[in-house]
Nanobody, 126 residues
Framework: QVQLAESGGGSVQAGGSLTLSCTAS????????VGWFRQAPGKEREAVSC????????YYADSVKGRFTFSRDSAKNTLYLQMNSLKPEDTAIYYC???????????????????WGQGTQVTVSA
């Protein structure tokens, strides 16, 4: 059974940092395009950052560029999202997702990935 599990969410003040992790069972991230997405209350799910299956330069949404860093550790089969200089508008449920052997054209980060985690809440207070 394929499962993704996020961890590392929490409550921080504006300007603070958090690192989210995503672990997998039943799949190897190196075989997948991977991404981080978020959904704020009353809003649609949006892309935060994606890495193509081919391992190209990560895509970042303009709203997080320069503040968030997406990485993956193949040895641990774990994804990370380092979030710095957090803002109240970053408050959302954050999800990791994976899509088998999917090439993402540069500058794209679609929300229709096939496998999703349950999400972890990030709350940033002013």
């Amino acid at each position: 059974q394929v499962q993704l599990a996020e961890s590392g969410g929490g409550s921080v003040q504006a300007g603070g940092s958090l690192t989210l992790s995503c672990t997998a069972s039943g799949l190897t991230f190196d075989d997948y395009a991977v991404g981080w997405f978020r959904q704020a209350p009353g809003k649609e799910r949006e892309a935060v950052s994606c890495i193509s299956w081919t391992g190209d330069t990560p895509y970042y949404a303009d709203s997080v560029k320069g503040r968030f860093t997406f990485s993956r550790d193949s040895a641990k089969n774990t994804l990370y999202l380092q979030m710095n200089s957090l803002k109240p508008e970053d408050t959302a449920i954050y999800y990791c997702a994976a899509d088998y052997q999917t090439f993402l054209p540069p500058g794209t980060c679609p929300t229709d990935f096939g496998t999703w985690g349950q999400g972890t809440q990030v709350t940033v207070s002013a």
